[in-house]
Nanobody, 122 residues
Framework: QVQLVESGGGLVQAGGSLRVSCAAS????????VGWFRQAPGKEREFVAA???????TYYADSVKGRFTISRDSANTAYLQMNSLKPEDTAVYYC????????????????WGQGTQVTVSS
């Protein structure tokens, strides 16, 4: 079992930066793949970025490529660094983890956090 807790969300002006974190319980988290998703009001949850358990292979949605960076430490935390933020990045950001799959679909992940709100003002 893995429990995930996001933090670091908040209000930022367009063009600014924010880093959200995903803290995990469990000693085996380092063997799990991690994904970040977001959900804006009235929209479906969408893929943002993912990172292989090895910490090397990363994947991004086209909408955030070049602006966001996903990373993880050797223990129990994953991060999403968000630069050059735009109002359309406003959403609740969720981290997710799975032992077997590093994918772009919500169904690729078994474990989810509760989300953290990111609001970008224009």
């Amino acid at each position: 079992q893995v429990q995930l807790v996001e933090s670091g969300g908040g209000l930022v002006q367009a063009g600014g930066s924010l880093r959200v974190s995903c803290a995990a319980s469990g000693r085996t988290f380092r063997t799990y793949h991690v994904g970040w998703f977001r959900q804006a009001p009235g929209k479906e949850r969408e893929f943002v970025a993912a990172i292989h358990w090895n910490g090397i292979n990363t994947y991004y949605a086209d909408s955030v490529k070049g602006r966001f960076t996903i990373s993880r430490d050797s223990a129990n935390t994953a991060y999403l660094q968000m630069n050059s933020l735009k109002p359309e990045d406003t959403a609740v950001y969720y981290c997710a983890a799975d032992f077997n799959r590093v994918g772009r679909r919500t169904t690729d992940y078994d474990y989810w956090g509760q989300g953290t709100q990111v609001t970008v003002s224009s």
